[in-house]
Nanobody, 118 residues
Framework: QVQLEESGGGLVQPGGSMGLSCAAS????????MGWYRQAPGNQRELVAT???????NTADSVKGRFTISRDNAKNTVYLQMNNLKPEDTAVYYC????????????WGQGTQVTVSS
């Protein structure tokens, strides 16, 4: 049974930084893409950034240059470093892991709230 344990999140002032992490367990994740999505109230869930097992990344234009995704394959953990946060970054952030060859194996974390406000 795949489990995703997210940590980080909370309240941060505009211009501040915050890190999120997501530890996956219950399977081998060598061929899983790992990533982060977010959903603000009234909006659809949207891609933030993903990273393949080989280290290829895909980052949303809205956060490019401010957010960095990385992963530690030995720890089955994906990280999201968020810098220069803006109020519009406020959302629930969800961790996702998806098998690159069998996308039906697709798992989500419970979500963590990130609020950017003064």
């Amino acid at each position: 049974q795949v489990q995703l344990e997210e940590s980080g999140g909370g309240l941060v002032q505009p211009g501040g930084s915050m890190g999120l992490s997501c530890a996956a367990s219950g399977s081998s994740f060598n061929f899983y893409r790992m990533g982060w999505y977010r959903q603000a109230p009234g909006n659809q869930r949207e891609l933030v950034a993903t990273i393949t097992s080989g280290g290829n990344t895909n980052t949303a234009d809205s956060v490019k240059g401010r957010f960095t995704i990385s992963r530690d394959n030995a720890k089955n953990t994906v990280y999201l470093q968020m810098n220069n946060l803006k109020p519009e970054d406020t959302a629930v952030y969800y961790c996702n892991v998806r098998n690159q060859w069998h996308p039906q194996y697709d798992y989500w974390g419970q979500g963590t709230q990130v609020t950017v406000s003064s």
